[in-house]
């Protein structure tokens, strides 16, 4: 079954070490399979007197997520948390509150920083965000890449080995937690 993922990048910066990490993600995917990174970069500050008429941005990443299968997220660090325009994603996509195109919606979370801690305190911030979202989290294996600046190439590939192991890891994980949906969804309406 060909299955599509969103990908969201908690970074919006051109050359993000982030947005190089999810791209990798593709190279795991079967081949009909795909990926879309969903443009979070236009996006308003969330403010709930916009909901009355929701901005087209915010129409078009709902229905983006709605339309996928599942959602990889590779999200930096910024002051020991997720970063703002992640969370702003997020709290749009949370909304209107009944319904969201996140609730039971598989998804894998990674991370990669210059830093030593790797993202691990985003990481776990975001692991509670995407909880609260009533998300489908893909709990193993973690991916966090630390002193990322000497694991990319010239060209923003992943090199190491070890990262790479465990990125086609959750990848599968990922598809795995579709394939059970599909299945329970199969069985509810059959
Ligand atoms: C405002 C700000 C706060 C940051 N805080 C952290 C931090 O808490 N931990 C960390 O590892 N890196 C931190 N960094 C460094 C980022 O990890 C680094 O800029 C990284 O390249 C951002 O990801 P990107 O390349 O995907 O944009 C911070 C950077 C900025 C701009």
């Not at 060909?2 to 791209?23: H, P, Q």
């Not at 970069?41 to 009355?52: A, F, K, Q, T, W």
């Not at 969804?185 to 059959?190: A, D, R």
Request: hydrophobic share 45%; with cysteine; aromatic share 4%.
């Amino acid at each position: 079954m060909s299955k599509k993922i969103v990908g969201i990048c908690g970074s919006i910066r051109k050359e993000s070490i982030n947005k190089a990490l999810l791209l990798q993600a593709e190279q795991f995917l079967p081949d009909d399979s795909k990926l879309v990174l969903a443009d979070i970069s236009g996006l308003p500050l969330y403010n709930s007197d916009l909901e009355s008429n929701m901005p087209v941005s915010v129409y078009k990443l709902a229905e983006l997520v709605a339309n996928a299968d599942a959602v990889l997220i590779s999200c930096p660090e910024y002051n020991s948390s997720v970063t703002g325009v992640l969370k702003n994603a997020l709290d749009w996509l949370s909304r209107p509150a009944v319904n969201t195109p996140l609730v039971n919606k598989p998804v894998a979370i990674m991370g990669a920083t210059p830093g030593v801690l790797a993202t691990i305190r985003a990481q776990m911030h975001l692991r509670e965000i995407l909880f609260a979202l009533n998300m489908d989290l893909v709990r193993r294996p973690e991916l966090l890449i630390g002193q990322a600046n000497g694991k990319f190439n010239e060209i923003g590939k992943l090199t190491d080995e070890r990262a790479l192991s465990i990125m086609n890891e959750l990848i599968a994980n990922l598809l795995e937690k579709v394939e059970e949906k599909r299945l329970r969804e199969v069985m509810v309406f059959s």
